[in-house]
Structures are given as C-alpha cells and as structure tokens.
C-alpha cells in the first residue's frame, strides 16, 4: 500500500503530490518505481512506457542526461482515484545549456494507492543560467521554496 489512497480529499490529493515531487527529486529510479503498479503504463512525450523495470530503465537514462535536476508539481484537480498536476523541473545537459520544461500529467491510482497510468505532455523551453528559478540543494524542495503559482509559473 502507498498512501494516501483514493478516493483522494484535497488534502491527500496535495499530499500525494508533494510525495510524487520528493520522489522524483530524490533521482532514485527503484525507489521512485514503488510508487508505480508493476504493470503501470506510462506515455511519457512520445514515449509509451510499461511495467516497473521500463520505469527504472527510463529514469535511469532520464537522470544520466538531465543534470542538476530539480522539479516542483502542483495539484490542478483531482476526483476519486484520479489526479491531474502541472509542473515545471530545470535541468542542464552535458554542454552545459539549462532548460526548463513545463508539462501536465494525469494520473490513475488502484485502491492501493499505486499509480495505475501516468500521461505526460512536456516542453522545454533553453533558458539562460541566470534565469533559473530552481537554487535549492539537490532533493526535496524545501518546504518554504515559492510553488510554482507562487513563482509566476
């Protein structure tokens, strides 16, 4: 089980949310997988991505080319076992040329609280260093880092 399971309050649904961005942040690929059924289905830009070990191998490859990655996802809506977020992440790659991508997902959660499917439609956008907005450590954003509403996002 991973809580919190639906049917998702505003609370929870915030929560899980907040989970899914620590875990993305930690760039752990098995133990972000966890939060994934084992048949989960993902379609990731114009990727299609099934199971557990398509996830880690994904995320993996995603970590070793998006450098200094750093995410903040915010609830957009939610119902029953169904939640849907916006989120932007910043990132450099090997050259040295920052981005920040902006994306949406809607995700399906089982009544163990494991997300089901995860949709994703992402952009990137190259932005100058000066421009990032992302500073903290590596990891989980603190807890009094602006969201992403907050920062004009």
Known sequence: MRLPIPPFT?????????????????RDPENVSLAYSEDSAWR??????NGRAEIVHFLTRK??????YRLIKELFAFKDDR?????????????GQWFRAYGNENWVFDEQGLMTKRFASINDLKIAEVDRLFHWPQGHRPHDHPSLSELGL
């Open 10 to 26: 505003h609370e929870t649904a915030t929560e899980k949310v907040r989970l899914a961005e620590n875990g993305w942040n930690s």
């Open 44 to 49: 990731n830009r114009d990727l299609f991505i």
């Open 63 to 68: 970590w070793r080319t998006e450098l200094e």
């Open 83 to 95: 939640i849907s977020v916006r989120y932007a992440y910043e990132y450099r790659d090997s050259a």
